[in-house]
Every structure is written in C-alpha cells, then in structure tokens.
C-alpha cells in the first residue's frame, strides 16, 4: 500500500501540494482528477522519487520513501513503472530499445530473455512486431501503447499513469482505457492514474480522487463522486464554468477592431 502523510512542495513562490493525504489500497484503481496545473503530476512523481518533498511522508509499503538515500530509493522505483504524457520515448533508440531500457537498469537479463520480455511486452499491448521502428515513424497513439509496454515490462508492483489519454481521439483514448483494464486483470497491479478526462477516470477506476487547491478535498468510488454534493467537484465533473472554481479570463484586447 501507498500512504501519503500532509505532502507539501512549491516551485519558488508559488505552492503547488498543501497537506496531500492520500492512501492507494493494494490492488486498486485509484485516479487523481483535477484541473490543468493543479498538482496531478507534481504528485505522482512524488511517489516515484522524482521529486522530494519539501515536507511529509510517503510510504511505500511501510517504508517512508522520502528519508531513503538515492541508492535506497532506486531499489524503490524497481517496483514502479510509469507511463508519461506522450509516452516520452527516446527518438533515438527503437521501439525495442525503449521497451528493454527499464529492464536494462533496473531488472538486468539476460539478453535472450530481455528479447523475449520485450516481444511478451509488446504483443500485451497490440504491437507485436514493431521493435525494429523508431518513434518517429509511430502515431500518438501507438506511442502511448510503447510507452506502456516499457512501463511493465519489468513487471513492476505499482504502475502511474500521467494523462494516458491526453492528445488522443476518442476511439484511441478509449484502446488505452481498455488496454488499462486489461493490464490490472492480467497482472494485478496496483495502479494511480491521473488525469482530467472524466470518461477515461469513470471507466477505469476502482475509486477517484479529487485535487484541487493542494489538497485532496474528496475521495469515492466512481458513482459516489458522480453524485457528489460538493461543489467544487461537481462543478470540475460536470465541466461548468458557474461555480467555485475560478475560471481564467483573458484581458482585454488592445487595439481597434478591424
């Protein structure tokens, strides 16, 4: 289990996590939703030690990840993969290469098996075959399905999805969602996604949870968040612009209208 102890991080000035508590259950679906910039991300690279905290706990299977020295930690990351937004391929390595780099520096095999782990990997997500390409000569979403089979490939006990669906049509959005699904059946993961794609966090989690202004303000299974009597979050699942959450305005134009 994962457990999240009043979490707090800024960038300079400005406060982005403000007291996050958050516990993720074994074997459970958890999404983080919330608006553009609010934290999602912030807060999951948390999790995976990319980022240090500037106060607060994480414990990842009893262990607080935030005292552990980098060495420590690397032990750590061997028990998570991560799927970033756009995959975040190397453009100069092929899609075999991609999906064998996790493996190469946090699990080493040899190289026949790595081989074979890597196939296994690719066919899981519909890709059988393409090894030899580069990313260049892949679609988006293609991408994102490479950039998950390098996130399993070494078997990892937690996966974080960032935004799996971002910059996808809906039919291709929804072969991610069903490739998520998929994946926590066949592996019995525990997984944490993110993301402001409602259809997506309805389909896929198993609870949701709701960032807004540094800190977790609601947590629930997908129908109590669906008839949540909270405002905030009910403006933010409805997609309203009437409500507590403020929305940006741009300024005045300047100059004559033409």
């Given at each position: 289990?994962?457990?999240?102890?009043?979490?707090?991080?800024?960038?300079?000035?400005?406060?982005v996590l403000?007291?996050?508590?958050?516990?993720?259950?074994?074997?459970?679906?958890?999404?983080?939703?919330?608006?553009?910039?609010?934290?999602?991300?912030?807060?999951?690279?948390?999790?995976?030690?990319?980022?240090?905290?500037?106060?607060?706990?994480?414990?990842?299977?009893?262990?607080?990840?935030?005292?552990?020295?980098?060495?420590?930690?690397?032990?750590?990351q061997g028990?998570?993969?991560?799927?970033?937004?756009?995959?975040?391929?190397?453009?100069?390595?092929?899609?075999?290469?991609?999906?064998?780099?996790?493996?190469?520096?946090?699990?080493?095999?040899?190289?026949?098996?790595?081989?074979?782990?890597?196939?296994?990997?690719?066919?899981?997500?519909?890709?059988?075959?393409?090894?030899?390409?580069k990313p260049?000569?892949?679609?988006?979403?293609?991408?994102?399905?490479?950039?998950?089979?390098?996130?399993?490939?070494?078997?990892?006990?937690?996966?974080?999805?960032?935004?799996?669906?971002?910059?996808?049509?809906?039919?291709?959005?929804?072969?991610?969602?069903?490739?998520?699904?998929?994946?926590?059946?066949?592996?019995?993961?525990?997984?944490?996604?993110?993301?402001?794609?409602?259809?997506?966090?309805?389909?896929?989690?198993?609870?949701?949870?709701?960032?807004?202004?540094?800190?977790?303000?609601?947590?629930?299974?997908?129908?109590?968040?669906?008839?949540?009597?909270?405002?905030?979050?009910?403006?933010?699942?409805?997609?309203?612009?009437?409500?507590?959450?403020?929305?940006?305005?741009?300024?005045?134009?300047?100059?004559?209208?033409?």
């Amino acid at each position: 289990m994962i457990r999240v102890e009043q979490l707090y991080k800024s960038f300079g000035p400005k406060p982005v996590l403000q007291g996050v508590n958050l516990e993720i259950l074994d074997g459970e679906t958890l999404t983080v939703i919330g608006g553009s910039g609010c934290g999602k991300s912030v807060l999951i690279k948390h999790l995976v030690g990319l980022l240090r905290p500037e106060r607060g706990q994480i414990m990842v299977d009893g262990v607080d990840i935030t005292r552990l020295t980098e060495q420590e930690l690397t032990k750590v990351q061997g028990r998570f993969g991560y799927l970033f937004q756009g995959g975040a391929l190397f453009d100069s390595l092929t899609v075999g290469e991609n999906v064998a780099f996790g493996i190469r520096h946090l699990k080493p095999m040899p190289q026949f098996l790595l081989e074979r782990r890597v196939s296994e990997t690719l066919a899981m997500v519909g890709l059988s075959g393409v090894e030899p390409l580069k990313p260049a000569a892949l679609s988006g979403g293609m991408r994102k399905r490479v950039g998950l089979a390098r996130a399993i490939a070494y078997a990892p006990r937690y996966i974080l999805y960032d935004e799996p669906t971002t910059g996808l049509d809906p039919i291709m959005a929804d072969v991610i969602n069903e490739l998520i699904l998929d994946l926590q059946r066949r592996l019995k993961t525990t997984a944490i996604v993110v993301t402001h794609d409602m259809k997506s966090a309805y389909k896929v989690s198993n609870r949701l949870a709701m960032l807004y202004e540094g800190r977790i303000i609601q947590v629930g299974s997908p129908e109590e968040i669906q008839h949540t009597t909270n405002p905030v979050v009910r403006q933010f699942i409805t997609g309203s612009s009437v409500g507590p959450i403020k929305v940006p305005m741009a300024g005045p134009m300047s100059g004559k209208s033409q």
